[in-house]
């Protein structure tokens, strides 16, 4: 039979040993890492789950490195925000509460504390995060408002700011006369009155001829309890047959024979520019002295021989009178306040914004234009709002697989673009002090200043785009919840595919190196054995 020889045994026994040690030292390594195998291929049928599972891993601290960012985002809009807020608060408070007195640059102390409330507004619009602006949609590159002194005073002498454009309206509404763009005559009849809009008509104008302007009073309505009276209410003078343009629209009252008695009265009532309505209501009256808004009754004289009847003609011509005194006031009033605010409307509200056409003076001014960037300041440089498209979703972020959050917001958004422009024309309007309809201006310019910044159903607010980013928040922490509860049980997973139980490896590593020992000590005992000791 064939005997191996002592090199034949310990090959074989070698080979163990060698054995042994290869694995003593996968498992040291293991109980170093903590892991099955440095790579894929050591882990055996779990690798492909293993990948999987820390690919979901990774996913889940990638989309929790988005809603930190996105969170960081919305805070610092939401801090912006209710600064806005506040500042609306503060406005209209100074507004609802603001009296008369002047400083020496024409403006009372409500609309000092807007002034600085604008510049505020407009630096809070300009908030950004490293170098991406919040308020300006898509283009978050672009800070989206123009720099407050520059909306305000304009850039240079060529371009305009509001303060310029509501100037220029305010000339075209008065007109040259002071009379918001309307006449007050006698009538037909020397016992009537009449009052018309007063506009330059052009039937050769094409496409469609120039009716009447956009500036100034028009007329609305006429209404009387005056026994008697007839009244016409607003009707062109003389009607016209297309394609001729329009003639003016007027109204007026006939007295008649009749002569009007103690406290009947008779109310002309006006459209403004900024879609307010006011009326002038006056009162027949014999008092001495007269009474404001009141006209005086004509007494005739009794004492005459033979006696002189009360003249209705007379009386009618005290009514003209005193309806051109009250159209003045009026003017220099209600509708000087109407008119920053329209012209407000037209420079914050129209993409490019809108001015007086033609050059000063502007008295006879019968249309607008559009403004040019190298002539008039444009107050909104980011992504136009859109209703077609929201601006929520002018920034998304994803933060689940399935799941997005928006959270864009444009500076031109209704809420946020109203109250800045209401701010700011409180803040640009200025007044003389010698100015006799001064104290009426301010009143009616505080009504609308403050029913502006009241909160109106069915319109946008600021506390809208504060609930839809709260929103976006709490859908990122419900996702982030689940997302928490996801990784640690794919952890869990994982951890039981490559890693390894540190107390059972140890074990191992014991018994194996007692094995080894035990081989080594074999090993030595062949390589010292002969045949002598065989035998």
């Not at 000092?112 to 991406?132: E, G, H, P, Y």
């Not at 009007?260 to 006011?278: A, C, H, I, K, R």
């Amino acid at each position: 039979m064939a005997i191996d020889g002592v090199s034949g045994r310990t090959s074989y026994i070698g080979s163990g040993i060698l054995n042994l040690r290869s694995q003593i030292e996968d498992m040291t390594a293991q109980l170093a890492n903590g892991r099955v195998a440095t790579n894929y291929a050591g882990m055996g049928t779990g690798r492909g789950l293993a990948i999987g599972l820390r690919a979901q891993v990774a996913n889940i601290a990638s989309y929790s490195d988005t809603m930190t960012n996105i969170n960081t985002r919305i805070s610092v809009a939401n801090l912006a925000l209710q600064r806005l807020n506040d500042i609306g608060s503060e406005v209209k408070g100074a507004a609802a509460s603001a009296g008369s007195t002047l400083d020496n640059t024409g403006q009372t102390p409500g609309q000092k504390t807007a002034s600085l409330d604008f510049f505020d507004s407009v630096d809070m619009l300009n908030s950004q995060t490293s170098d991406r602006y919040l308020f300006s949609g898509r283009t978050t590159d672009t800070a989206p408002v123009t720099a407050a002194d520059q909306i305000m005073d304009g850039n240079g002498a060529a371009i305009a700011g509001l303060k310029q454009v509501i100037r220029e309206r305010l000339e075209a509404d008065l007109g040259t006369t002071g009379m918001g763009r309307t006449i007050v005559s006698a009538g037909a009849t020397p016992t009537s009155v009449q009052i018309g809009e007063d506009f330059a008509a052009d039937p050769y104008a094409l496409p469609t001829p120039i009716g009447a302007s956009p500036y100034g009073l028009k007329i609305s309505a006429i209404s009387t309890t005056i026994t008697g009276a007839t009244v016409t209410q607003p009707t062109e003078t003389p009607p016209t047959i297309p394609p001729a343009a329009p003639n003016p629209v007027a109204m007026g009252i006939d007295l008649g024979a009749v002569v009007p008695t103690e406290g009947q009265t008779v109310s002309f009532t006006f459209d403004l520019p900024d879609g307010t309505q006011e009326t002038i209501k006056l009162t027949a009256s014999s008092q001495t002295p007269l009474p404001a808004n009141s006209f005086a009754i004509d007494p005739g004289d009794p004492l005459a021989v033979p006696p002189v009847p009360a003249s209705p003609a007379i009386t009618a011509a005290n009514m003209q009178a005193a309806l051109t005194d009250a159209v003045q006031k009026l003017s220099g009033s209600a509708l000087a306040a109407a008119s920053a605010i329209k012209a407000g409307d037209d420079f914050f509200s129209n993409t490019p914004p809108l001015r007086v056409a033609g050059t000063a003076p502007f008295g006879n001014a019968t249309a607008s234009v559009a403004g040019t960037p190298a002539d008039t300041v444009f107050w909104y440089h980011g992504e136009p709002d859109s209703a077609s498209d929201p601006a929520r979703g002018t920034a998304v972020g994803r933060v689940d697989d399935a799941i997005t959050v928006q959270y864009g917001i444009r500076a031109d958004e209704q809420a946020l673009r109203k109250q800045l422009q209401t701010v700011a024309v409180f803040a640009a309007v200025t007044t003389s002090a010698t100015d006799p309809n001064g104290s009426n201006k301010l009143a009616a310019l505080n009504q609308r200043v403050a029913a502006n910044l009241a909160t109106v159903p069915g319109q946008q607010t600021i506390q809208n785009i504060q609930a839809d980013l709260a929103g976006a928040q709490a859908a990122m922490k419900s996702t982030a919840d689940r997302q928490t509860q996801t990784k640690a049980l794919a952890q869990t997973m994982l951890d039981s595919i490559e890693g390894i139980n540190n107390d059972e490896v140890a074990t191992k590593i014991l018994a194996l190196q007692t094995s080894l020992q035990a081989s080594y000590q074999l090993t030595s005992q062949l390589y010292q054995m002969s045949l002598v000791k065989f035998l």
